[in-house]
């Protein structure tokens, strides 16, 4: 064993930091005796980067960070792509490779489940996940609905015009009827704003009923999900685990790619400012991110980028998981202090040079052949360097990660029905509601819309609340002031209504 990788280790990896434990360092195929490579909690809030191809373990290593991050009382929001994550909420059973794995590491290793709620989509797996029209923004709906630089400018537009005219934009019926009346009786109406051709209307007008023919509106409307229950601290002190069910909805993914950037962009406005803390208050999975950015204009790329590079503040941290880092773009991934990458394989000259891109983003090292590792790593193993407590990138070690203690695999349908019957955040939002908006007052007489009335003030925000006191559970979400259109106000458009 190099006395020199041992002590380097040793430095890269105290055993007095309080932290996510991801294995064992390994050195000529054996696991060096001690120290575990671990993730600082207390660096948490700084984001990170799971990669690797098909097959080589990135599932099993987010579940296995999500668990320990509960464990540490810090709550978790992730995307089940493929529904094989569900199995988080219930305990692991031993079995001969579980301990083999463990007795190799180091690790003592005993099954445990987590606190869990399922949201979904549609409805169907888990506590129906809404938004609405406004809050969703023009951006993000112009990535969801595949607009083109023109299309997506008439889009604000169309947002710029319900803002100034107090017209809510909550479903898709509010938004045609907004479209159809600048098109129609309100057209002399846009000569302050720009106008806007027919034949653009008709392309938004197309692509939001190609998505209604998909059954995909669900989650476009009222009660809108309220990003505070997904910052609960269980009774025992841990955190709970969110996890997004996406398997009936894995052809659509702009969709929920798009949806996920809505909930950070949200947490962002929502969150208060915290600096340094001892652990982070959310941790964030951003699995299959390569959908997030695929075919993305230059302005949507460019909010997510002002998005994670300024959530760090507010206590969020943020993992991209994916299978290459060329997937990421260079100034979300230049963001990405905390690296545990998988193997990967070069079948093709593209595979080669995404191999060599990817060697080159990690810190330089005497102990390893880098590119020569990341070909050679076996299932269940990645390199790994992580920032440590001073901000400091380590050194990457070749790592062979600990066994998740949730079961490695999903819930049976009958688990999952079950779960779903007892949740009460199911109950809570599974009930739409129509409330009166731009599609009703455009269709009454002018001469009989009422007018409008100022808001009421607004009182401290429920998130603000959970934060000060974990037990604060049913306090209503209100954020102070108007929502301006500044750094995020073109992606988020106007306030969220408040019930």
């Keep these: 064993m190099d006395p020199k990788l041992v002590a380097a280790a040793r430095a890269a990896f105290p055993a007095s930091d309080a932290g996510v434990v991801l294995g064992a360092p390994l050195h000529d195929g054996a696991c060096l005796p001690e120290p575990l490579v671990r993730l600082p909690l207390a660096m948490l809030n700084r984001h990170g980067l799971i990669a690797g191809a098909t097959g080589t373990g990135k599932t099993k290593t987010l579940q296995l960070v999500a668990e320990q991050l509960s464990g ?47 949201l979904s989509l549609t409805g169907a797996r888990g506590a129906q996940l809404r938004a609405t029209v406004s809050s969703f923004g023009p951006l993000l709906l112009s990535k969801v609905l595949g607009l083109n630089d023109t299309q997506t400018s008439v889009l604000s537009l169309v947002f710029k015009y319900g803002d100034d005219h107090q017209l809510e934009l909550l479903d898709f019926a509010d938004l045609r009827a907004v479209l159809q009346h600048l098109t129609g009786a309100g057209a002399a109406e846009l000569k302050s704003y720009g106008g806007m051709s027919p034949a653009t209307v008709g392309v938004l007008l197309r692509e939001m009923v190609e998505l209604e023919q998909q059954g995909a509106l669900a989650f476009f409307g009222e009660p809108e999900f309220d990003l505070a229950d997904l910052l609960q601290v269980e ?40 600096g340094d803390v001892e652990k982070p208050k959310l941790v964030f999975f951003f699995d299959e991110a390569h959908l997030l950015f695929d075919g993305a204009s230059k302005a949507f790329l460019a909010q997510v980028q002002q998005v994670v590079r300024l959530i760090r503040s507010k206590g969020v941290g943020i993992f991209f998981v994916t299978q290459s880092p060329k997937d990421v773009p260079a100034d979300v991934l230049g963001q990405l ?33 880098v590119e020569a590792t990341l070909t050679s790593l076996g299932i269940g193993e990645a390199l790994v360097t992580v920032l440590s407590p001073a901000g400091v990138p380590t050194p990457p070690f070749a790592t062979r990660l600990v066994p998740p203690a949730s079961r490695m695999g999903p819930l049976t349908d009958a688990e999952m029905q079950q779960r779903l019957a007892s949740s009460a955040q199911v109950r809570r939002y599974a009930t739409a509601v129509d409330s009166p908006s731009a599609a009703e007052k455009l269709a009454k007489p002018a001469a009989t819309a ?31 002031g108007a929502l301006t259109r500044g750094i995020m106000g073109a992606l988020l458009g106007p306030p969220r209504r408040r019930r």
């Design 450 to 480: 009422p007018a409008s009335t100022p808001a009421a003030p607004a009182g401290p925000s429920r998130i603000e609340e959970i934060l000060r006191s974990p037990v604060a559970r049913s306090v209503a979400v209100t954020v102070a």
């Design 235 to 274: 009774r025992d002190g841990r955190g709970l685990v969110s996890v997004l069910e996406l398997s009936d909805v894995q052809d659509k993914p702009a969709l929920f790619s798009t949806f996920m950037m809505w909930m950070l962009a949200r947490l962002y406005h929502e969150l208060p400012e915290v």
């Design 72 to 118: 540490a009382g810090v709550p978790v929001f992730l995307a089940d792509v493929k529904g094989d994550v569900s199995g988080i909420g219930a305990a692991g059973e031993a079995s001969p490779r579980t301990q083999q794995r463990a007795q190799e590491t180091g690790w003592t290793w005993k099954g445990s489940a987590c606190p869990v709620e399922f």
């Design 337 to 369: 202090g905390h690296r545990v990458q998988h193997a990967l394989r070069t079948f093709t000259p593209d595979d080669a040079k995404a191999l060599k891109a990817a060697a080159r983003t990690f810190p330089k090292t005497d102990f390893y052949d």
